[in-house]
């Protein structure tokens, strides 16, 4: 293992992350002993619009993927209409290799809770939503509590802190569906429907939960909220580039000697990131990687140098992503793990449309075919094919984000296919588990 030099080490900006290591700062005694709901009392004390000004000005961008810039989100939110706005939290962190939103609320709930409050008034909110991922049962529970501490405290409920602000909010757990991150799947589900996505436009911000304008964003982007308040837009742009500002949580799996979160500036470099992590295992040198899970194009060993913000990555031809960056080895089958990924989505396939529903069926197929020895010269162009029917043509990003790892692995690897067609590796699948394909 090597440990990182002093210069990569300040690369570390423990800005999200800082209480994590503070026992019990998911209690709300420690949490406020440690600067908790200062930035509350502070916002409550500003004009809502100059809330949403302040988050413009910082540059903050959603943390949920898409990088969607916040304050002109909120800005969208209509005002004067009459109609009840609601705030709903994305918790529903699904994305293959995706773990930065788990610890957050596991370790330091009323970060997310205060910021859902200081969002809440920034866009005329008197109702919020947390919603989580089924199988985060811990999590749930310490936000749960969070949620009921803050309002014995007063700082949820009616009037808050004398304010005049009612604000209630809701944790609710999902039934462990992927595409309920999707932001209107999601509010389907919340609604009490089978979670699908909707047609956009009209976006959620106009037409959201029970039809009415709803901000959707990421326990990240909520959680940044009351540091940016605290701090404010200059010293949250002092941390990643123009146009990525801010602290960046990265969660680092595979390879590396110590996988784990690591935030940092938007921009690190992949390198940079692996020395943070103590370095490749013993024996691995890296092959390929995600920079932010499983529907981000593969990138390789070439692109090792590529600055982790939104427009490094895009310059590098994948996507930041979730910043679920996922480190393989030599001695990792880039087949094989495309083969797993398409099965999860697969899997996770909400059947609405067909080029998803069915594209990634005979993905799925094909990929078995190759894997057990079997496959063809020809089963390559059905991929290429196959998944030139499902990009931009499906109803929503999953069946996008499916073909992210098919193309770009042909793109980088395409001779590990043609190992496994031409007889030059052994099959991984047995013809066993070709019954079906
Ligand atoms: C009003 C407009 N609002 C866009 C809003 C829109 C949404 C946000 C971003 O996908 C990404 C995807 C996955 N008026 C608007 C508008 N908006 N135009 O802005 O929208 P969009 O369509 O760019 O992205 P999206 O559909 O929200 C999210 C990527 O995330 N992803 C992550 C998946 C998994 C997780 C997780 O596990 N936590 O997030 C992985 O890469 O591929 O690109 O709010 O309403 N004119
Ligand atoms: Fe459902 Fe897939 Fe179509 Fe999305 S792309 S609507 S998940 S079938």
Redesign the pocket.
């Known amino acids: 293992m090597t440990s990182p030099r002093r210069e990569v080490l300040e690369k570390l900006t423990p800005v999200l992350t800082k209480r994590w290591l503070s026992p019990d700062a998911w209690d709300i005694d420690v949490y406020e002993r440690l600067d908790g709901y200062a930035a509350l009392r502070k916002a409550l004390g500003v004009h809502p619009d100059d809330l949403i000004q302040l988050i413009k000005d910082s540059g903050l961008r959603?943390r949920?993927?898409?990088g969607?810039p916040t304050g002109l989100?909120w800005g969208?939110i209509p005002q004067g209409d009459g109609k009840p706005h609601y705030l709903v939290i994305?918790a529903?962190?699904?994305?293959p290799g995706?773990c930065k939103?788990l610890p957050l609320m596991t370790h330091d709930p009323h970060a997310l809770v205060e910021g859902a409050i200081i969002a809440s008034y920034a866009i005329r909110a008197e109702r919020a939503y947390i919603y989580i991922r089924g199988e985060a049962v811990h999590a749930a529970r310490r936000l749960r509590n969070a949620v009921d501490q803050a309002y014995a405290k007063g700082y949820l409920g009616q009037n808050i802190l004398g304010s005049g602000l009612n604000l209630d909010l809701v944790v609710h757990s999902g039934a462990g569906a992927y595409i309920c991150?999707?932001?209107t799947a999601l509010l389907d589900s919340l609604e009490g429907f089978r979670g699908q996505p909707r047609l956009?436009?009209p976006?959620?911000?106009t037409h959201g939960l029970y039809a009415s304008p709803t901000v959707?964003n990421?326990v990240g982007t909520i959680a940044s909220v009351p540091y940016i308040v605290l701090g404010g837009a200059a010293w949250w742009k002092s941390m990643g580039t123009e146009k990525s500002a801010g602290p960046m949580i990265y969660s680092l799996s595979g390879r590396i000697n110590n996988p784990g979160q690591y935030e940092c500036g938007l921009g690190i470099t992949l390198r940079e990131l692996i020395e943070l992590a103590g370095g490749m295992q013993p024996g691995h040198e890296l092959k390929f990687w995600t920079p932010?899970?499983s529907?981000?194009p593969l990138l390789a060993a070439e692109h090792i140098d590529t600055p982790m913000d939104f427009e490094g990555v895009a310059a590098a031809g994948s996507?930041l992503?979730?910043t679920a960056t996922q480190i393989f080895s030599d001695q990792d089958c880039p087949v094989y793990a495309t083969y797993r990924w398409l099965e999860f989505y697969h899997h996770e396939s909400c059947g609405k449309c067909t080029p998803c529903r069915e594209g990634n069926y005979w993905m799925v197929r094909v990929f078995r075919r190759i894997l057990a020895g079997e496959g063809t010269h020809a089963d390559l162009d059905t991929l290429l094919d196959t998944c030139d029917n499902v990009l931009g043509r499906s109803f929503?990003?999953l069946g996008?984000?499916a073909t992210s790892s098919v193309t770009s692995s042909l793109k980088y690897f395409k001779q590990d296919y043609l190992d496994y067609i031409e007889g030059r590796k052994a099959p991984r699948l047995s013809a066993k588990q070709l019954v079906g394909a």
């Open positions: 959603g949920g993927g898409a969607f989100k969208f994305n529903d962190e699904g994305e995706t939103d991150g999707e932001e956009r436009p976006f959620p911000a959707v990421n932010g899970g529907s981000t996507i992503g979730t929503c990003g996008d984000g």
